[in-house]
């Protein structure tokens, strides 16, 4: 059941509009004078279900009379009792119809087989039999009242919740069969729809459209709310709490409107439906012309099967294709062992050796070897493949190793730096965790002169590179037209989070754009970030400039560089990331608040905000060109002229040899200190400085030394080892001499 989805009514509105319930009546062999009530319950099946209809039956008997029911009278009151598909249950149906005392032919038993609209759309009352509590609304008495058919039920909890009697229906208390009576004679008077029964089944329409909108829309809006995990730079819905209430009491239905002249797929296969089932009730009114309503045969006297045994017969055949599919997948999951250990060892082995020769074959790094260029797209999981790019010039980075994508190379970060199997280091630094694991070590996955990376976010926003876009960014690397520079493509003020954000874009500088994303405390996070990192005085404030003359920045991750220049900027972030991370780790553990987040849900990605800014930084005060690309057409504009920012570069900050002395001493410190307390620098990469080699060179030595002393001893113990003295050697004897044998025989 599609519980709470307006499908129902919908549904119900496009079959009334395409069938006409006097035509069905004439089909079913229904007088338009008959008073028809449909008994109908709970779609699950359990025992006591024939109580429930015997109660029912029972109320039902004593205004028979009403309608003088009599043999050849054309105004009868008709029960059609719909449940299950069982053709025993009908002829133990039809024996206490008997035992009770009504007339043949009018008790019917109709199974549910997908046929409810034809049966409600004929009935003049719905009756709701089942009294078991229920968790959910039945959608049969939603239904019934789109139908505008006046309903009576049991006031169980769910009913009480959604219907008030007397207005929406009628209720009685379980179990009481005068009350069902007396609602009932409410409901019909001389063999129709009294004028209250009337007002309530329009009532119930009404109601049903919208009856159970705020509960889905609040429901599924607090679900999403608790479940979702938008991105860092996402703007935020209002919560559920705050839905206006002209919004959440009702469907918006003319998202549903469909103009009555066009044919829907739905109307399409609600007609090829309805034709067989017309196929089948004509056999039901055949049936009732010559036999009545029960009949206690199989077959009808034109050979034909009832109705009832098709749909045993239907329930066998259901039932038989469920058990030999879960046999076939019972099969499918059992161990067949068809080697010995021995021969799984070798297997294995044998696969562990060619593992290398396998990876080396792989037809996207072999496209990749000989290009000048190589875009890598950071990603979480599954939910981001879409959005993944296929081809030699791009790669994935998975930032999960159960999330990487099957049949490709694409990088595990986890697996390069432990660091990123820390669900909370993952979430803070976001790309800047795939950046650090790709530098670690990077000569053994990329061997290309350049460098790029692109947001699968990119691809979301349309805002990446289109394939002639590609092409002639490649051109411009490989030609070295713009010499050693950081090309972006997707700009600061293009952004819809940054226009929304903040208002008037335009007229903000970098540094007050990057507070209104980052909860208004970006400069204070990076002049204190600066001061550690430097060892500046407490009393410093500045900031690298960062000057408005019309140019735009990168955002969104999405960049290409020379990859000397990334391990040069991946050198920078970790010193900053750790310097940020010392700061503010403690807090955002304790308070699990991030001074960076303007909402609850951003606290979780604190410094990615932050970090998404920093190439710009890095970029522009380390003199590199900035190039900005258009990614439909091409065009390549600098930004922020180098010759307009001479007076305004921090050089002396982000020069190379500084920041190599910078990462020297920190990699010096975690070799000798070992310091105890939570550091993250050393966790972020290598750690290398001329100790380092100095270390790995004496250790090198060490070895070769080692092994030239085992070589040694080798051939002295093999000099000097005891030797087995020969034992000595069998020498056969000489043959005898002639007269040696002459005498021999004569002595004999």
Known sequence: MRYGSPIETWEVEHFMATQKREDLREQLGLNLTDFVIVVTGSPFIYRGVWLEHTLVMQAILPLMSELKVESGKDNQLKLIIMSGNSSAY???LQAIARQLGFPSGSVQHVGVDGHENIILSIADLVIYSS????QAFPAILLRAMSFE???IAPNLTIVQKYIEDGKHGFLFPVGNVNMITKAVSLAMLNGRLSVLAHQIASAGRLHARDVMASDVIVGYGTLLENVLQFPSEAVLPLPASEIPVEVKKVWQWDLFAVPSESRTEFQHQNIRKNSVVFQVEDLWKSRRHMAGFVSGSSYRKDGMIELPYWEEQRANEIAEDIKIREGDQLEERSIEPKHTWEDVYRSVKRVERTK????????????????????YEPYYGPGTWPFLHQGALYRGIGLATEGLRNGTDDVDAPARLPLLKDAYYRDVLCEYGAYFSFANRVDQIHKNPWIGFQSWRAVGKKVSLSAVVEKELINAVTAGRHGNAVY??????????????GSAFQQQDFWSFCDATNAGNCRVVFTNAFKRMYNLPESWTGLPPMPLDGDSWSVQHSWVMPTSSFMELVMFARIFVDSVDAQHYEEHQKNGTCCLSMAKIENQHCYCRLLELLVNVWAYHSARMMVYVNPETGLMQEQHRLE???????????????LKTMDEDLAEEADYDHP???WLWPRTGEIFWQGTYERERQQNYYLKMLKKRR????????????????LGKYRKPPPPEVGDKEKEDHAA
Request: some cysteine; glycine content about 4%.
């Open 90 to 92: 009908d002829v133990a």
């Open 131 to 134: 009294l078991h509590e229920e």
């Open 149 to 151: 058919k006046p309903i």
């Open 356 to 375: 290398d020769e396998l990876h080396e074959r792989d037809d996207g790094e072999m496209e990749r070897t000989g290009q000048t260029l190589c875009i």
């Open 488 to 501: 972006f493509w997707v700009r600061m003020d293009k952004d819809v989070k940054h226009t929304t954000r």
């Open 644 to 658: 307009n920012r001479k007076g305004q570069m921090w050089v002396k900050w982000f020069n190379f040899s500084r």
């Open 676 to 678: 105890a307390k939570r």
């Open 711 to 726: 070589s040694k001893q080798k051939v002295d113990r093999m000099r000097i080892k005891y030797r087995q003295k020969t």
